[in-house]
Protein backbone atom coordinates (compact mmCIF):
# COMPACT_ATOMS: atom_id res chain seq x y z
CA UNK A 1 0.00 0.00 0.00
CA UNK A 2 1.39 3.37 -0.95
CA UNK A 3 2.26 5.56 2.07
CA UNK A 4 0.43 8.30 3.43
CA UNK A 5 1.04 12.18 2.53
CA UNK A 6 2.20 13.67 4.96
CA UNK A 7 0.56 16.95 6.37
CA UNK A 8 1.67 20.02 8.03
CA UNK A 9 -0.75 22.99 8.97
CA UNK A 10 0.59 26.71 8.74
CA UNK A 11 -2.15 28.49 10.67
CA UNK A 12 -3.21 27.65 14.28
CA UNK A 13 -6.90 30.10 14.09
CA UNK A 14 -10.45 28.99 14.32
CA UNK A 15 -10.54 27.00 11.29
CA UNK A 16 -7.72 24.57 12.11
CA UNK A 17 -9.70 23.13 14.39
CA UNK A 18 -11.77 21.91 11.82
CA UNK A 19 -9.12 20.51 9.41
CA UNK A 20 -7.75 18.59 12.54
CA UNK A 21 -11.11 16.79 13.14
CA UNK A 22 -12.12 15.93 10.23
CA UNK A 23 -9.09 14.87 8.76
CA UNK A 24 -8.84 11.44 10.62
CA UNK A 25 -11.99 10.49 8.30
CA UNK A 26 -10.13 10.65 5.53
CA UNK A 27 -7.68 8.09 4.01
CA UNK A 28 -4.14 8.97 1.85
CA UNK A 29 -2.87 11.32 4.81
CA UNK A 30 -1.97 11.61 7.72
CA UNK A 31 -2.02 15.40 10.06
CA UNK A 32 1.67 15.33 11.73
CA UNK A 33 2.50 18.95 12.60
CA UNK A 34 1.27 22.24 12.62
CA UNK A 35 2.95 25.84 12.96
CA UNK A 36 1.90 29.30 13.76
CA UNK A 37 3.97 32.75 13.71
CA UNK A 38 2.36 32.25 17.20
CA UNK A 39 4.34 29.27 19.10
CA UNK A 40 1.65 29.20 21.91
CA UNK A 41 -1.24 28.43 19.67
CA UNK A 42 0.82 26.20 17.73
CA UNK A 43 2.00 24.16 20.70
CA UNK A 44 -1.76 24.48 22.31
CA UNK A 45 -3.24 22.92 18.45
CA UNK A 46 -0.53 19.97 19.25
CA UNK A 47 -1.27 19.36 22.69
CA UNK A 48 -5.15 18.94 21.68
CA UNK A 49 -4.18 16.62 18.44
CA UNK A 50 -1.24 14.97 19.38
CA UNK A 51 1.09 16.62 16.65
CA UNK A 52 3.82 17.93 16.67
CA UNK A 53 4.60 21.92 17.03
CA UNK A 54 6.87 23.36 14.82
CA UNK A 55 8.12 27.18 13.54
CA UNK A 56 6.88 28.00 10.43
CA UNK A 57 10.14 27.05 8.96
CA UNK A 58 10.46 24.24 10.93
CA UNK A 59 7.66 22.87 9.03
CA UNK A 60 8.78 24.00 5.68
CA UNK A 61 11.87 21.90 6.11
CA UNK A 62 10.28 18.78 7.33
CA UNK A 63 11.12 15.81 5.46
CA UNK A 64 7.74 14.04 6.16
CA UNK A 65 5.78 16.91 5.31
CA UNK A 66 4.45 16.66 2.04
CA UNK A 67 1.37 19.13 1.25
CA UNK A 68 1.41 22.22 3.80
CA UNK A 69 -1.91 23.74 4.46
CA UNK A 70 -2.22 27.15 3.98
CA UNK A 71 -4.94 28.88 6.57
CA UNK A 72 -3.69 32.07 7.56
CA UNK A 73 -5.25 35.24 6.44
CA UNK A 74 -6.54 36.38 3.09
CA UNK A 75 -3.51 38.83 2.80
CA UNK A 76 -0.76 36.62 3.92
CA UNK A 77 -2.50 33.74 1.55
CA UNK A 78 0.11 34.55 -1.59
CA UNK A 79 3.33 35.04 -0.03
CA UNK A 80 2.75 32.19 2.58
CA UNK A 81 1.92 29.95 -0.71
CA UNK A 82 4.80 30.88 -2.54
CA UNK A 83 6.92 30.00 0.29
CA UNK A 84 5.61 26.32 0.84
CA UNK A 85 6.00 26.22 -2.85
CA UNK A 86 9.66 27.07 -2.78
CA UNK A 87 10.31 24.39 -0.40
CA UNK A 88 9.29 22.00 -2.53
CA UNK A 89 5.87 20.93 -0.98
CA UNK A 90 2.32 20.92 -2.26
CA UNK A 91 0.05 23.63 -1.15
CA UNK A 92 -4.05 23.40 -0.23
CA UNK A 93 -4.77 26.85 0.78
CA UNK A 94 -7.75 27.93 2.45
CA UNK A 95 -10.26 29.99 0.61
CA UNK A 96 -9.76 33.04 -0.87
CA UNK A 97 -6.90 31.23 -2.34
CA UNK A 98 -5.22 34.66 -3.56
CA UNK A 99 -6.31 38.15 -3.51
CA UNK A 100 -5.75 38.80 -7.56
CA UNK A 101 -5.57 37.01 -10.35
CA UNK A 102 -1.66 38.05 -10.62
CA UNK A 103 -0.96 36.62 -7.76
CA UNK A 104 -2.56 33.42 -8.74
CA UNK A 105 -0.63 33.04 -11.90
CA UNK A 106 2.71 33.80 -10.05
CA UNK A 107 1.95 30.42 -7.57
CA UNK A 108 0.81 28.60 -10.61
CA UNK A 109 4.43 29.22 -12.42
CA UNK A 110 6.03 28.17 -9.23
CA UNK A 111 4.04 24.77 -8.72
CA UNK A 112 4.44 24.21 -12.77
CA UNK A 113 8.34 24.77 -12.77
CA UNK A 114 8.71 22.38 -9.99
CA UNK A 115 5.90 19.59 -10.52
CA UNK A 116 4.08 20.82 -7.36
CA UNK A 117 0.34 20.79 -6.83
CA UNK A 118 -1.79 23.97 -5.28
CA UNK A 119 -5.42 23.03 -4.53
CA UNK A 120 -7.78 25.51 -2.25
CA UNK A 121 -11.11 25.31 -0.39
CA UNK A 122 -14.08 25.73 -0.69
CA UNK A 123 -14.83 21.70 -0.94
CA UNK A 124 -18.37 21.93 0.32
CA UNK A 125 -19.54 21.79 -3.37
CA UNK A 126 -18.68 18.15 -3.26
CA UNK A 127 -21.32 17.91 -0.53
CA UNK A 128 -23.85 15.22 -1.18
CA UNK A 129 -26.72 17.86 -1.64
CA UNK A 130 -24.53 19.69 -4.35
CA UNK A 131 -23.50 16.12 -5.96
CA UNK A 132 -27.23 15.36 -6.41
CA UNK A 133 -27.83 18.75 -8.03
CA UNK A 134 -24.76 17.94 -10.02
CA UNK A 135 -26.36 14.55 -11.25
CA UNK A 136 -29.61 15.97 -11.86
CA UNK A 137 -28.04 19.00 -13.92
CA UNK A 138 -26.12 16.45 -16.20
CA UNK A 139 -28.79 14.30 -16.37
CA UNK A 140 -30.62 17.12 -18.02
CA UNK A 141 -33.10 16.67 -15.52
CA UNK A 142 -34.01 20.61 -15.24
CA UNK A 143 -33.37 21.09 -19.12
CA UNK A 144 -30.91 23.77 -20.31
CA UNK A 145 -29.83 26.21 -17.04
CA UNK A 146 -30.47 29.38 -18.58
CA UNK A 147 -30.76 31.57 -15.42
CA UNK A 148 -30.55 31.87 -11.65
CA UNK A 149 -29.68 33.58 -8.20
CA UNK A 150 -27.45 33.65 -5.66
CA UNK A 151 -27.99 35.25 -1.92
CA UNK A 152 -25.77 35.62 0.66
CA UNK A 153 -27.12 37.92 3.20
CA UNK A 154 -26.33 39.16 6.76
CA UNK A 155 -25.33 41.67 9.10
CA UNK A 156 -21.99 40.38 8.85
CA UNK A 157 -19.15 38.77 11.70
CA UNK A 158 -18.47 42.05 14.30
CA UNK A 159 -21.34 40.63 16.43
CA UNK A 160 -20.15 37.33 16.92
CA UNK A 161 -16.26 37.43 15.98
CA UNK A 162 -13.30 38.61 18.59
CA UNK A 163 -10.85 39.81 16.00
CA UNK A 164 -13.43 40.95 12.87
CA UNK A 165 -11.22 43.80 11.42
CA UNK A 166 -9.81 41.58 8.52
CA UNK A 167 -13.33 40.85 7.70
CA UNK A 168 -13.83 44.57 6.86
CA UNK A 169 -10.38 45.67 5.20
CA UNK A 170 -9.85 45.13 1.49
CA UNK A 171 -9.14 41.51 0.88
CA UNK A 172 -12.51 40.69 3.16
CA UNK A 173 -16.01 42.01 2.33
CA UNK A 174 -18.86 39.29 1.66
CA UNK A 175 -18.19 38.39 -1.37
CA UNK A 176 -14.18 37.57 -1.07
CA UNK A 177 -15.21 35.68 2.43
CA UNK A 178 -18.07 34.02 1.62
CA UNK A 179 -18.27 34.57 -2.64
CA UNK A 180 -15.94 31.34 -2.98
CA UNK A 181 -18.69 29.20 -1.66
CA UNK A 182 -21.17 29.81 -4.12
CA UNK A 183 -18.98 30.76 -7.38
CA UNK A 184 -17.06 27.26 -6.97
CA UNK A 185 -20.53 25.45 -6.55
CA UNK A 186 -21.83 27.53 -9.76
CA UNK A 187 -18.64 26.52 -11.82
CA UNK A 188 -18.59 22.88 -11.06
CA UNK A 189 -22.72 22.87 -11.76
CA UNK A 190 -22.74 24.94 -14.86
CA UNK A 191 -19.16 25.78 -16.18
CA UNK A 192 -17.04 28.89 -16.05
CA UNK A 193 -17.78 32.55 -16.06
CA UNK A 194 -17.79 34.77 -18.93
CA UNK A 195 -18.16 38.14 -18.09
CA UNK A 196 -19.12 40.16 -15.03
CA UNK A 197 -21.20 43.57 -14.37
CA UNK A 198 -21.59 45.14 -10.58
CA UNK A 199 -22.88 47.87 -8.28
CA UNK A 200 -21.32 48.08 -4.78
CA UNK A 201 -21.70 49.97 -2.22
CA UNK A 202 -20.37 50.66 1.41
CA UNK A 203 -23.63 51.38 3.64
CA UNK A 204 -21.83 52.17 7.26
CA UNK A 205 -18.62 53.04 7.70
CA UNK A 206 -18.07 51.90 11.06
CA UNK A 207 -18.60 49.06 13.06
CA UNK A 208 -19.11 48.06 16.57
CA UNK A 209 -17.59 44.86 17.77
CA UNK A 210 -20.30 42.83 20.12
CA UNK A 211 -17.77 39.94 20.94
CA UNK A 212 -15.72 40.10 24.25
CA UNK A 213 -12.48 41.42 24.85
CA UNK A 214 -13.10 44.34 22.16
CA UNK A 215 -16.61 44.36 22.60
CA UNK A 216 -18.13 48.12 22.06
CA UNK A 217 -14.85 48.55 20.34
CA UNK A 218 -15.49 50.67 16.39
CA UNK A 219 -13.54 49.49 13.71
CA UNK A 220 -13.42 51.55 10.15
CA UNK A 221 -15.21 49.94 7.11
CA UNK A 222 -12.80 50.44 3.79
CA UNK A 223 -14.37 47.64 1.48
CA UNK A 224 -17.66 47.07 -0.13
CA UNK A 225 -20.07 45.31 2.00
CA UNK A 226 -23.24 45.25 -0.04
CA UNK A 227 -22.46 43.77 -3.80
CA UNK A 228 -25.09 43.24 -6.67
CA UNK A 229 -23.64 41.52 -9.79
CA UNK A 230 -24.83 39.78 -12.98
CA UNK A 231 -22.24 37.13 -14.02
CA UNK A 232 -23.09 35.79 -17.72
CA UNK A 233 -21.06 32.02 -18.06
CA UNK A 234 -19.73 30.59 -21.07
CA UNK A 235 -22.97 28.27 -21.59
CA UNK A 236 -25.18 31.21 -22.10
CA UNK A 237 -26.80 31.30 -18.05
CA UNK A 238 -27.01 34.62 -16.50
CA UNK A 239 -26.94 34.32 -13.00
CA UNK A 240 -27.95 37.38 -10.72
CA UNK A 241 -25.56 37.39 -7.51
CA UNK A 242 -26.50 39.68 -4.29
CA UNK A 243 -24.29 39.57 -1.28
CA UNK A 244 -24.42 41.91 1.32
CA UNK A 245 -23.51 42.18 5.53
CA UNK A 246 -26.20 45.29 5.58
CA UNK A 247 -29.03 42.67 5.45
CA UNK A 248 -30.65 42.14 9.04
CA UNK A 249 -33.31 39.23 7.61
CA UNK A 250 -34.11 37.85 4.09
CA UNK A 251 -36.54 35.32 2.69
CA UNK A 252 -34.40 34.30 0.17
CA UNK A 253 -33.50 31.20 -0.80
CA UNK A 254 -29.74 31.01 -1.10
CA UNK A 255 -29.25 29.45 -4.56
CA UNK A 256 -31.89 28.71 -7.09
CA UNK A 257 -31.29 27.55 -10.95
CA UNK A 258 -33.93 27.54 -13.50
CA UNK A 259 -33.83 25.06 -16.64
CA UNK A 260 -35.85 25.33 -19.55
CA UNK A 261 -37.91 22.23 -17.62
CA UNK A 262 -37.99 22.92 -13.77
CA UNK A 263 -36.46 24.92 -10.99
CA UNK A 264 -33.70 23.91 -8.47
CA UNK A 265 -33.78 25.22 -5.21
CA UNK A 266 -30.91 24.67 -3.42
CA UNK A 267 -29.17 24.55 -0.03
CA UNK A 268 -26.37 27.07 1.50
CA UNK A 269 -23.30 25.86 -0.46
CA UNK A 270 -21.56 27.10 3.01
CA UNK A 271 -22.27 23.56 4.06
CA UNK A 272 -22.15 20.08 2.59
CA UNK A 273 -25.62 19.33 2.93
CA UNK A 274 -29.08 20.60 3.25
CA UNK A 275 -32.56 20.51 1.74
CA UNK A 276 -32.57 20.28 -2.20
CA UNK A 277 -36.14 21.07 -3.56
CA UNK A 278 -36.85 20.66 -7.77
CA UNK A 279 -40.02 21.42 -9.57
CA UNK A 280 -40.88 20.02 -13.36
CA UNK A 281 -42.39 22.91 -15.68
CA UNK A 282 -45.02 24.09 -13.24
CA UNK A 283 -45.98 21.56 -10.90
CA UNK A 284 -45.49 22.09 -7.17
CA UNK A 285 -41.81 22.06 -5.81
CA UNK A 286 -41.57 19.13 -3.90
CA UNK A 287 -38.29 17.61 -1.47
CA UNK A 288 -35.87 15.45 -2.57
CA UNK A 289 -34.40 12.51 -0.38
CA UNK A 290 -31.24 12.63 0.64
CA UNK A 291 -29.38 10.75 -1.51
CA UNK A 292 -27.15 7.70 -0.59
CA UNK A 293 -24.09 10.20 -0.30
CA UNK A 294 -21.00 9.43 2.53
CA UNK A 295 -21.02 13.42 2.89
CA UNK A 296 -24.71 14.22 3.63
CA UNK A 297 -25.32 12.48 7.17
CA UNK A 298 -25.51 15.89 9.36
CA UNK A 299 -22.31 15.25 11.76
CA UNK A 300 -22.10 18.65 13.45
CA UNK A 301 -23.84 20.97 15.49
CA UNK A 302 -23.85 24.50 13.97
CA UNK A 303 -25.63 27.15 15.73
CA UNK A 304 -28.95 27.37 12.87
CA UNK A 305 -29.32 23.58 13.67
CA UNK A 306 -27.08 20.09 12.68
CA UNK A 307 -25.58 19.88 9.42
CA UNK A 308 -23.30 17.86 7.27
CA UNK A 309 -19.60 19.27 7.70
CA UNK A 310 -16.64 17.11 6.12
CA UNK A 311 -14.21 20.21 5.46
CA UNK A 312 -10.77 18.60 4.43
CA UNK A 313 -12.67 16.22 1.84
CA UNK A 314 -10.62 18.70 -0.90
CA UNK A 315 -7.26 18.28 0.84
CA UNK A 316 -7.95 14.35 0.80
CA UNK A 317 -8.95 14.26 -2.81
CA UNK A 318 -5.70 16.16 -3.87
CA UNK A 319 -3.59 13.47 -1.43
CA UNK A 320 -5.38 10.92 -3.45
CA UNK A 321 -4.79 12.34 -6.77
CA UNK A 322 -1.20 12.91 -6.42
CA UNK A 323 -0.66 9.12 -5.37
CA UNK A 324 -2.63 8.29 -8.74
CA UNK A 325 -1.80 10.84 -10.91
CA UNK A 326 -5.36 12.39 -11.99
CA UNK A 327 -6.43 15.84 -11.54
CA UNK A 328 -7.79 16.72 -8.32
CA UNK A 329 -11.47 18.91 -7.85
CA UNK A 330 -10.30 21.50 -6.02
CA UNK A 331 -7.87 22.62 -8.39
CA UNK A 332 -5.42 25.68 -8.84
CA UNK A 333 -7.72 26.51 -12.08
CA UNK A 334 -11.03 26.95 -10.22
CA UNK A 335 -10.00 28.48 -7.32
CA UNK A 336 -7.97 31.07 -9.73
CA UNK A 337 -10.94 31.62 -11.79
CA UNK A 338 -13.46 32.19 -8.95
CA UNK A 339 -10.64 34.92 -7.72
CA UNK A 340 -11.06 36.67 -11.01
CA UNK A 341 -14.96 36.57 -11.24
CA UNK A 342 -14.69 38.20 -7.64
CA UNK A 343 -12.48 40.61 -7.89
CA UNK A 344 -14.17 41.47 -11.41
CA UNK A 345 -17.41 42.00 -9.31
CA UNK A 346 -15.13 44.48 -7.15
CA UNK A 347 -13.48 46.65 -10.31
CA UNK A 348 -16.68 46.73 -12.22
CA UNK A 349 -18.17 48.03 -9.11
CA UNK A 350 -15.80 50.51 -8.89
CA UNK A 351 -15.57 51.21 -12.92
CA UNK A 352 -18.96 50.96 -13.45
CA UNK A 353 -18.46 49.00 -16.74
CA UNK A 354 -18.39 44.96 -17.42
CA UNK A 355 -15.63 43.00 -17.27
CA UNK A 356 -14.63 40.21 -19.52
CA UNK A 357 -13.07 37.02 -18.11
CA UNK A 358 -9.51 36.09 -18.74
CA UNK A 359 -9.29 32.88 -17.44
CA UNK A 360 -11.48 30.21 -17.39
CA UNK A 361 -11.48 26.51 -16.11
CA UNK A 362 -12.69 22.93 -16.80
CA UNK A 363 -15.76 21.66 -14.31
CA UNK A 364 -14.31 19.72 -11.59
CA UNK A 365 -15.68 15.84 -11.96
CA UNK A 366 -18.27 15.31 -10.39
CA UNK A 367 -17.85 13.39 -6.66
CA UNK A 368 -20.90 10.51 -6.88
CA UNK A 369 -21.32 8.51 -3.77
CA UNK A 370 -18.32 5.67 -4.91
CA UNK A 371 -16.14 8.04 -5.29
CA UNK A 372 -16.80 9.83 -2.09
CA UNK A 373 -16.73 6.60 -0.36
CA UNK A 374 -12.99 6.14 -2.00
CA UNK A 375 -12.20 9.25 0.17
CA UNK A 376 -12.84 7.63 3.59
CA UNK A 377 -10.99 5.36 5.96
CA UNK A 378 -13.51 2.43 6.18
CA UNK A 379 -15.00 2.15 9.31
Known amino acids: MARALGIGVIGCGNISKTYFLLAPLFRGME ?9 DA ?47 KHVYSEKPFVLSVADGLDLKR ?19 SHQLARYLVDAGK ?16 EAWH ?18 PYYLADLVQLIGPVKRVAALTSIPARERTIGSRP ?19 FAGGAVITFNASWDVWATGHAPMELYGEEGTL ?33 DNEIHPHGPVANYRAAGLADMALAIR ?18 MTAMLESGQDKKFIEMKTSCERPAPLGPREARALMVRR
Open 142 to 157: LGRITSGTCHVLSHGM
Open 31 to 39: MRACADMNM
Open 214 to 232: RRGERIPVSTPTTVSALLE
Open 265 to 297: FMPDPNFFGGELRVTKRDKQARMLPKWNHPFSP
Open 42 to 88: AKARAREFGLRAETVEGLLMARDIDIVVNLTVPMAHHDVSQAILDAG
Open 162 to 179: PNPDFFFQPGGGPVLDLG
Open 324 to 341: EGRPHRCSLNLALHVVEV
Open 110 to 128: RADKQGLRIGSAPDTFLGG
